[in-house]
């Protein structure tokens, strides 16, 4: 199997699926660095493999913290350019920046993102806006006192 490099090619790969009858020819008594250089790729191909599955796992992981942080890049890029290359008249356009923005969101996905906050102990961390989260409270028809949490 080892004469061409094709076909040792296809040799290590029936290796790695656990097929080590390319190296029968050799016996392993006889041939103690064979015998560790099996010992060596194999473990260092578990490693490897380990390593690439939490690669994966933590790129799975990322993609929601990713959207977060384009979302904060964006707004951060925009709030530069409204500050740094607008004119005020073009900041002073109604059509261009309303007063009022409208916003819609799901109840039911509110009440979730609340909840988990609560459960975490975000939603006390944040003490900007007191009456308005109290406010969204009372909508939202969650009961929360802060005081009775230790």
Known sequence: MF?????????????LTGDSSALSNWPYISDPPLA??????????????????????????????????????????????????????????????PEVIYYYASLDDIQKRVKRMMKRDEWNQINAFPKLKQDLLKKINIQHNPDDES
């Open 3 to 15: 004469v061409d490099f094709r076909t040792s090619l296809f040799a290590m790969y029936k290796f």
């Open 36 to 97: 560790i250089l099996i010992v060596l790729f194999s473990l260092l191909i578990v490693v490897y493999l380990m390593n690439l599955l939490i690669g994966l796992l933590n790129n799975a992981i990322e993609k929601d913290h990713d959207r977060v942080s384009f979302l904060m890049q964006k707004a951060e890029i925009l709030a530069e350019i409204e500050l740094y290359y607008m004119l005020p008249y073009q900041r002073r356009r109604k059509d261009w920046f």
